[in-house]
């Protein structure tokens, strides 16, 4: 499935540091103003809540036009019928996915591994993400990526290329100057004291 927008924010949600009516709320600011993606990453609650909240947080994205991708729940995101999952390492195949969800969205984790890219995207990936970049408070002990990475993926890939992990306004230029697709944000629009001026600086990057 092809991505609706080249390039721009990936909002991912953080549903372990703060409550759900606050991941609504800021969720529906950074909506509003506008992100290219939106991802639903609940990691901490049991099966019920964590549907609950992403049915609100799915009308949201109806609401405001934005695609709706679950993280790692492939249950969850054939049930709710979302526009695509995100895998990681651990995470069924694509191949499972696909046969499950058909033409929907389909991103995969590759931290620093380029080879692993190179599958993912001949497995039909349809976009590729790579990270952590920079230090992250969301997983602290995430690999480390190189930048140049984004480089060997651009000139080797066809699919977008994400980058994630401790991506601020003051850093996130050099990796859009690395030509990469998407700067997925969790902490720095969650944690933000002010969501929507976050929300705005992210987007400002891609225009400067």
């Not at 909506?31 to 049991?46: C, H, M, S």
């Not at 993400?129 to 992250?136: N, R, V």
């Amino acid at each position: 499935m092809n991505i609706p927008n080249t390039t721009g924010v990936y909002a991912i949600t953080d549903c372990e540091n703060i409550t759900a009516d606050e991941v609504l709320s800021r969720t529906e600011s950074i909506l509003r103003i506008g992100v290219a993606l939106f991802q639903y990453r609940n990691k901490t609650d049991d099966q019920n809540v964590k549907r609950a909240l992403a049915l609100k947080l799915q009308s949201l994205c109806k609401k405001y036009k934005t695609p709706f991708i679950v993280n790692d729940d492939l249950k969850l995101a054939e049930e709710i019928a979302a526009d695509g999952i995100h895998l990681g390492q651990h995470d069924k195949e694509i191949e499972t996915a696909r046969a499950v969800l058909g033409n929907k969205i389909i991103g995969i984790s590759c931290y620093n591994d380029f080879n692993r890219a190179v599958i993912a995207e001949q497995s039909g990936a349809d976009y590729i993400a790579f990270g952590s970049f920079f230090p992250s408070s969301t997983k602290p002990d995430a690999l480390k990526a190189d930048i140049d990475l984004i480089v060997k993926a651009k000139e080797k890939l066809t699919v977008p290329i994400v980058a994630i992990g401790g991506i601020t306004p003051e850093n996130g230029k050099e990796l859009i100057n690395a030509k990469v697709n998407y700067l997925a944000v969790i902490s720095g629009l969650y944690s933000a004291p002010d969501t929507i001026n976050s929300t705005l600086a992210y987007k400002q990057l891609f225009t400067k």
